[in-house]
């Protein structure tokens, strides 16, 4: 099985401040999901691992949250993609708890869920604490620059690659797409046809 785990706020979609509250503030970065079903269509499962502290603050409830994800999987599949499932943190800082980011309680529920070992396993996020996390349970190390990322420094970078050994940065989820695509079929021997947004930044 050909797993790929992504953050959501930041990587698929645009984020806020005051945090999404409804489907309505839920809007794609552009090129996400159709490079979410690229990597469907190169036969990648694709699950989503996102702190939703929103939750805890009692700023958003679970309609809201199920509102979001299903207008993400029908705009995904207008497209020809699909996720399949999303795990959430709902808590926030103060509550301590072990899936919130970069803590690896997500993962490990990812990996129970599939029944894989995560070793390997691409995960990909715009922030230190998503690619902490996905070090800490042996995951390959992915960094997108559309979200919060796309403030750090060049020594913030160079720090964060000390942190995570095997760092790989994008400039956005369709480069990441890409690279993975592009990768596998390196390693299997087939041609490319088409080789867009590869590369590394930082």
Not at 107 to 130: A, E, N, S, T, Y
Not at 188 to 201: A, F, K, M, R, Y
Request: net charge negative.
């Amino acid at each position: 099985m050909k797993l790929v785990i992504l953050d959501r706020d930041g990587t698929i979609n645009h984020e806020r401040e005051d945090y999404i509250k409804s489907s309505d503030e839920w809007v794609p970065l552009p090129g996400s999901l159709e490079a979410i079903a690229r990597l469907n269509h190169a036969g990648w499962q694709v699950v989503v691992a996102t702190n939703q502290s929103g939750i805890g603050r009692g700023l958003i409830d679970m309609v809201a949250l199920n509102a979001m994800h299903a207008k993400m999987n029908q705009m995904l599949a207008r497209v020809g993609g699909r996720v399949e499932a999303v795990f959430f943190c709902p808590h926030t800082p103060e509550d301590q708890c072990s899936c919130r980011k970069p803590l690896p309680g997500l993962f490990q529920m990812i990996g129970q869920r599939f029944g894989c070992v995560l070793d390997g396993v691409p995960m990909v996020g715009d922030l230190p604490r998503d690619v902490l996390a996905a070090h800490s349970v042996g995951c390959e190390p992915h960094l997108v620059r559309t979200g919060q990322a796309g403030a750090l420094s060049e020594q913030d970078l160079l720090d964060l690659r000390e942190r995570v050994p095997g760092l790989t940065i994008h400039p956005d989820l369709s480069a990441f797409a890409d690279f993975l695509i592009l990768r596998d079929r390196q390693n299997h021997g087939e041609d490319d046809p088409v080789s867009t947004h590869t590369g590394e930044l930082g």
